[in-house]
């Protein structure tokens, strides 16, 4: 690894900056998802603690439509990652093309989850919690969204290439975070 | 003869100019983690004062049983509150946090820490998170206790306790940004030839302190995100007429706060591990002991939270954590004895430094012994709430933390500054302290172990002689504290200069001038293969090339080597 950036023209100084940024953002997400995970156990212990859940008289969530907007943000990820690829290779229309469609499924998993949001029925700790979990998480998802749009722009204008693609790389990690943690909500909000 | 390494590369010999810092240079915004380390320091010792106000005004309170200070009960509340909100997430985790941020580079060899910018904003995020702590007090202070259990914290605190919780989660976050900063730097920006097994024990304790912080702080962030909708956005996941649940709070509060007493406590036994060492001349007893032990706590730090629930949680759970509780106090042992180890036998420097680790060592030791009396559940059961909790968090926070603060101000002081602190009054200081100390915390054992409740302004009669010993006792150590400052006052005027090595440590940060150049270091200085290997001929050839490299001041407090070589190392 060390000798590819090296043979790509970094400087011992930018070789290292690059891993202190790699480390770093992989520290940042480990710690980070614990708020995703302490809210899960949030949900868990207020759900032991009710005699019933949801409370009597309300509905399950429904799971057909989250569970489409999970396989949508999956694929993001993945058109992400593929896109990512492509810009380590330099080719930078094919990055392009993955991160646009990438942001359009996005953009749809954040309007749907919004609507889901907005409409879930008022039924104490049991539509608070969810409001609580789905709302931390797009916020996430928006402000990473926002950041990945960007890059997106940046790249359209010519800013990355195949020895400089540190805003890509960092941004579609970012991404991968999104859906792991939703991930972990969906399979408490949904499964459990 | 082995060879000797040199501390240096390149052929430079003599001091490289040393800067000279501004009291303005400390209200800038700096990416030098040397600027940066001293602004947390001076910072968090302001908030130690402010703290340490409210401490007193607790003891003139509760000089006698009744209520003559305060204008109500409440009003106590809040003093309490507020004392132990400042000490723990504005003196005592920043001030460790400076340490770190002014050491760790310097002992790494390298030139700043893995993101300078990241480091800056961190310390930033610090004033106006105490502005808007203080700023609790024009509304209505937090009334709860550092612990903010519900419903106190929900339907009985004022305003305040809205603004106290943001405050807290700002310092979490740059708590966090902290510990990133410190991992990365230690798993990336070691020098050749340093590996995890021959950095400094201090920067194992700070990657020990920055693991648990990233893991656990989280948790904080969300309990903190729960209190302050409960307050504000009209949820109610903690009022039980509801559906909420108290103990969701308090489960979510300890899975970070328990990690965070070995955050507030792990520093300092790395602040010890060099003390004892440098001072008595001697290689560490068990280095890798040492160094794995912090990793122990880190890891069995996160499976004891529920200790502190022994009363409130469901009776089948306490055994398996009053197991996990005894579990930890072994690798603290660990450390104990290897601390004996490394001052057995060895040729004792009793200044200041060394007198505040000993100090630390004796105390530490009551704390821990207290607390395995309280991980037993029966004993728990008989003492909860009452003063023998207490004392032993203050023997652990401050027989731990705050002497193993003090004995970091007497170590680098000199490198940090350049002059050395005058140990006359270091000895006046330490004096003071320890008694002080020790007058104040132990007879609240035997308060406690008699029924006296914590959190109220109001006792009975028959403890009031204890009380007034205590107080008193108080007051000494309050004052004990303005030594200290006038020690660093003075100093800085007319202190001795330290020369760059003063007591001839093998660690890096001593391989420069005093106060440090703004790169740290001229050129890419060479670790010695064992940072902590005094006593043999290689160690003092290479100590010798520090001096010679650097020069040496007129009174150094280190015997040189034109006078008797240190004793060798005996017992191992």
């Given amino acids: ?192 | 003869m082995a060879t000797i390494s040199v501390p240096l590369e390149g052929g430079q010999v003599g001091a490289p100019e040393r800067p000279h810092l501004k009291a303005s240079d400390l209200l800038r915004w700096s990416v030098d983690h040397k600027i940066i380390g001293i602004q947390y320091m001076v910072t968090a010792f302001f908030f130690f004062l402010v703290g340490g106000t409210m401490a007193m005004m607790i003891r003139m309170e509760l000089l006698t049983p009744n209520l003559d200070v305060m204008s109500s009960g409440s009003q106590y509340n809040t003093l309490f509150s507020m004392h132990g909100l400042t000490m723990i997430f504005l003196f005592i985790i920043p001030m460790f946090a400076g340490f770190g941020n002014y050491l760790l580079p310097l002992m790494l060899g390298a030139k700043d820490m893995a993101f300078p910018w990241l480091n800056a904003l961190a310390f930033w995020l610090i004033p106006p998170a105490g502005i808007l702590f203080m700023a609790s007090w024009l509304v209505h202070p937090p009334e709860a206790g550092w612990t903010m259990y519900p419903p106190l914290s929900t339907l009985f605190s004022g305003d305040g306790q809205t603004l106290a919780a943001l405050a807290a989660h700002i310092l979490g976050i740059s708590s966090i940004l902290g510990a990133i900063n410190f991992i990365v730097t230690i798993k990336n920006m070691r020098p050749p030839g340093m590996g995890y097994w021959q950095m400094p024990l201090f920067a194992w304790a700070i990657l020990a302190t920055s693991i648990l912080v990233v893991m656990a702080t989280p948790f904080l962030a969300g309990a903190l995100t729960l209190l302050i909708l409960d307050r504000i956005a009209g949820t109610s996941f903690f009022d039980a007429s509801k559906g909420g649940d108290p103990l969701l709070w308090q489960n979510v509060f300890w899975f970070y706060s328990h990690p965070a007493v070995y955050i507030m406590v792990l520093p300092g036994m790395g602040v010890l591990s060099e003390v004892l060492s440098i001072h008595s001349r001697k290689p560490i007893f068990g280095y890798k002991m040492i160094a794995m032990s912090s990793m122990g706590i880190g890891i069995l730090g996160f499976t004891v939270w529920a200790h502190h629930m022994f009363t409130s949680l469901q009776p089948e759970l306490r055994i398996p954590f009053m197991i996990t509780s005894f579990f930890i106090a072994v690798p603290t042992g660990i450390k104990i004895f290897s601390w004996l180890g490394t001052l057995w036998g060895g040729k004792l420097h009793l200044n200041g430094a060394l007198l505040f680790a000993l100090g630390f060592l004796s105390m530490f030791v009551i704390g821990g012994i207290s607390g395995v009396m309280l991980a037993a559940i029966p004993f728990d059961i008989q003492v909860h709430d009452t003063y023998f909790v207490v004392s032993h968090f203050h023997f652990v926070l401050f027989g731990g933390s705050v002497f193993a603060i003090y004995a970091a101000i007497y170590h680098w002081f000199p490198k940090i500054t350049g002059k050395m602190l005058n140990e006359r009054l270091a000895r006046v200081h330490f004096i003071l302290t320890y008694l002080g100390f020790f007058f104040t915390f132990m007879p609240m054992n035997w308060l406690g172990m008699l029924g006296m409740p914590r959190r109220v302004a109001y006792y009975a009669p028959e403890f009031q002689n204890w009380n007034r010993v205590v107080s008193f006792a108080a007051f000494v150590l309050g004052i004990s504290t303005f030594v200290l400052v006038y020690n660093v006052i003075v100093s800085l005027r007319q202190g001795k200069e330290a020369g760059a090595n003063p007591w001839r440590a093998l660690t890096l940060e001593w391989a420069t001038t005093s106060p440090p150049p703004a790169t740290n270091f001229i050129g890419d200085p060479i670790p010695y293969e064992d940072p902590y290997g005094y006593g043999t001929d290689k160690a003092n050839a290479y100590l010798d090339e520090i001096d010679r490299r650097f020069g040496v001041a007129d009174e150094a407090p280190m015997p040189r080597p034109t006078a008797p070589a240190p004793a060798p190392a005996a017992g191992d």
Wanted: aromatic share 14%; charged share 10%.
């Fill in chain 1, 1 to 192: 690894m060390q000798q590819n950036l090296m043979e790509q023209g970094l400087s011992r100084q930018e070789i290292q900056a690059l891993r202190n940024k790699r480390t770093g953002l992989a520290i940042f997400q480990l710690s980070w998802i614990m708020t995703f995970v302490c809210l899960s156990i949030v949900n868990l212990q207020l759900r032991n603690m009710a005699p019933t859940w949801p409370p009597p008289g309300v509905d399950q969530l429904n799971a057909l439509i989250p569970t489409l907007m999970t396989l949508v943000l999956i694929a993001s990820s993945f058109l992400i990652r593929r896109g990512t690829k492509a810009m380590k290779a330099g080719e930078s229309e094919a990055f392009l093309t993955n991160w646009r469609y990438a942001l359009g499924l996005g953009t749809l998993f954040v309007i749907v989850m919004a609507v889901e949001w907005i409409t879930v029925p008022y039924s104490g700790q049991f539509s608070d919690v969810f409001r609580l979990m789905v709302g931390f998480h797009g916020i996430h998802a928006l402000v990473i969204g926002w950041y990945l749009w960007r890059v997106y722009r940046n790249g359209q204008a010519g800013a990355y290439g195949s020895n400089h693609y540190w805003p890509v790389e960092g941004g579609a990690s970012l991404w991968h975070f999104v859906t792991i943690a939703w991930m972990i909500f969906y399979v408490v909000l949904y499964i459990l």
